[in-house]
């Protein structure tokens, strides 16, 4: 019998054994050229994409590239994010729940009690690039109130970092970067855009930030590729996230799609999700479409018409990051190294309600070359000169089958889709489901055992607190592996716990409520009043987890 830690290094430094099993496929032994070195690591991250939003999740959305990732690699259906952009980058990247690493809420910066997966693979003699959306970095206050929204708005540039140097991802771990520091951005033309350590401010006429992270991340392949380190590149996109701006070409495909409205777009998908064997009718019932307001037949036809075109504009948005999925991979493959680069694609939450309706904060005025932005009385989405988000009915919509959305610890918000590909090392049959239960935070301890990496008691004269994720690659390589005890989840006052199958969650200023996901995956009938004894004892656990991470009783 071949043990999971010898089949892990006959991978990492030689030639494969094949592994029979109920759980497993029967592959051909590798050959030496596939396995001679660790492997490559990609992470592929979206923004606000709905958990259903892609084929292989029941989508109607073209995603071939997403799709043919899936199929010959593993799915998740019950792998967990943080619910909101910055924590989940946070966890993701450290290893830690982001509560312990500063970024218990948007807009701080990551400390140095936990080191990155950049940091821990660059040390373990990889190569790292990164190119994308960063937002793990608190920007630099300025001293003038005006000033922030001239910023945004291209009227001003700061004649200082965005945030502190030391905050940004090349001082953090990676070789390269290119992106936005900050989280929220106008697509055609982003604020916060960095190349290194210097500001990046001239962009193309035609530019499109889900073009340039592609056009960056395959530049950075070809450069990898020619040396005989690994690599690890972060792919962190900025889209779906709203303000809904996407090319004509892309919403085009779209234009009819969403005419018959929300309800049965999620209908639609759960059908297809139960044909794929994603869920079971039986364990994973369909709650009504939670949309804060009226059914899709109570809209008005000039209503139906707009919100048509707002979930087209998203679908044409994860439509470009398909195609940016799939140049990665072409890249990879053209230059040899696909077979022994692990993928992770996922997204950092669910698909999000909010609609913003004025400038401020992090929402553009105008254009750089003074076109005023309208939030309000537009005919079409999608241009830059307008700036909306697809709201809490598309959004319940995305993430069929399940309730809640971004921000909300119920599992519409804080679930992710997860497809690993991985042909020199996935022991699991192509086109795989699994039910194993996951977080972000185990892809940081994944990376280091799949590296051979050493996570370290001190890091550049820091002390680093333990990590919280538990490897995946057990899973990865032999089809199981120990999970956790217990998942834990707060954001902005939505909290959680899960222990097996049992689920507490509450909204913000909200009794708890449980579930039992085994038989109830969709969270739809309560069993709190039923089981008193079961809601105090993990309501106890939930505080004492708070209290260790710096969070204030609830």
Not at 29 to 45: C, F, G, Q
Request: net charge neutral; glycine share 8%.
């Amino acid at each position: 019998m071949v043990t999971r830690r010898a089949f892990l290094r006959s991978v990492l430094v030689g030639s494969a054994p094949v592994i029979c099993g109920s759980a497993l496929s029967c592959r051909p032994m590798l050959s030496e050229p596939a396995v001679k070195r660790r492997p490559n690591i990609v992470i592929i991250l979206a923004d606000d994409m709905g958990f259903s939003d892609a084929g292989c999740y029941g989508g109607e959305i073209r995603t071939p590239n997403i799709d043919k990732l899936a199929g010959k690699g593993l799915r998740f259906t019950q792998f967990y994010n943080c619910a909101r952009c910055c924590p989940t980058r946070a966890s993701l990247l450290t290893g830690q729940y982001a509560h312990k690493v500063g970024l218990a809420r948007n807009g701080q910066s990551l400390t140095r009690n936990g080191m990155t997966i950049a940091e821990a693979l660059r040390q373990a003699g990889y190569n790292t690039a990164m190119a994308g959306k960063w937002h793990v970095s608190a920007p630099t206050p300025l001293a003038d109130q005006k000033l922030p929204q001239k910023w945004l708005d291209h009227q001003y540039e700061p004649g200082q970092p965005f945030a502190p140097l030391e905050t940004y991802p090349v001082n953090r771990g990676f070789d390269k970067h290119y992106g936005v520091i900050w989280g929220v951005i106008d697509h055609f033309d982003p604020f916060s855009l960095v190349d290194g350590a210097e500001a990046a401010r001239d962009v193309p006429d035609d530019y499109y930030f889900t073009d340039a992270i592609t056009d960056k991340s395959v530049e950075y392949i070809r450069q990898l590729c020619t040396s005989e380190k690994p690599f690890f590149l972060y792919v962190a996109h900025c889209a779906p996230h709203w303000p809904l701006h996407a090319r004509p070409q892309d919403i085009e495909t779209y234009k009819d799609t969403y005419k018959d409205g929300w309800e049965k777009l999620r209908a639609d998908r759960y059908e297809r999700m139960l044909k794929m064997g994603l869920f079971s009718r039986a364990n994973t019932p369909l709650p009504a479409i939670q949309d804060r307001g009226r059914k899709w037949d109570q809209l008005s036809q000039e209503e139906k018409t707009f919100e048509s075109a707002k979930m087209a504009v998203h679908a044409a948005m994860v439509d470009c990051v398909d195609q940016s999925s799939g140049r990665i991979v072409e890249s990879l493959e053209l230059a040899g190294q696909l077979d022994n680069t692990v993928i992770f694609f996922l997204a950092d939450n669910g698909a999000s309600p909010e609609v913003p309706t004025q400038p401020g904060y992090d929402r553009s005025s105008q254009t750089q070359d003074g076109r005023m932005i309208r939030y309000k009385g537009f005919p079409e989405p999608g241009p830059e000169t307008t700036y909306t988000g697809i709201g809490p009915a598309w959004a319940s919509a995305a993430n069929t089958p399940f309730r809640y959305w971004k921000k909300e610890s119920y599992e519409g918000g804080c679930h992710t889709p997860l497809v690993v590909h991985w042909p020199a090392g996935l022991r699991a049959s192509p086109g795989s489901i699994t039910q194993e239960v996951g977080h972000v935070m185990d892809i940081m301890p994944t990376c280091l055992e799949l590296a051979g990496a050493h996570y370290p008691a001190q890091y550049a004269g820091h002390t680093l607190t333990p990590l919280d994720g538990r490897s995946l690659a057990p899973l990865l390589t032999s089809g199981k592996r120990e999970g956790h005890e217990n998942l834990f989840f707060e954001h902005e006052g939505g909290r959680a716990i899960r222990t097996g199958d049992w689920k507490l969650v509450a909204l913000e200023n909200e009794p708890w409520r449980l579930y039992n996901l085994a038989g109830d995956r969709t969270e739809t009938d309560d069993l709190a009043a039923r089981c008193p004894e079961r809601v105090e004892s993990m309501s106890r656990q939930w505080q004492q987890w708070a209290a260790e991470v710096g969070l204030k009783k609830k």
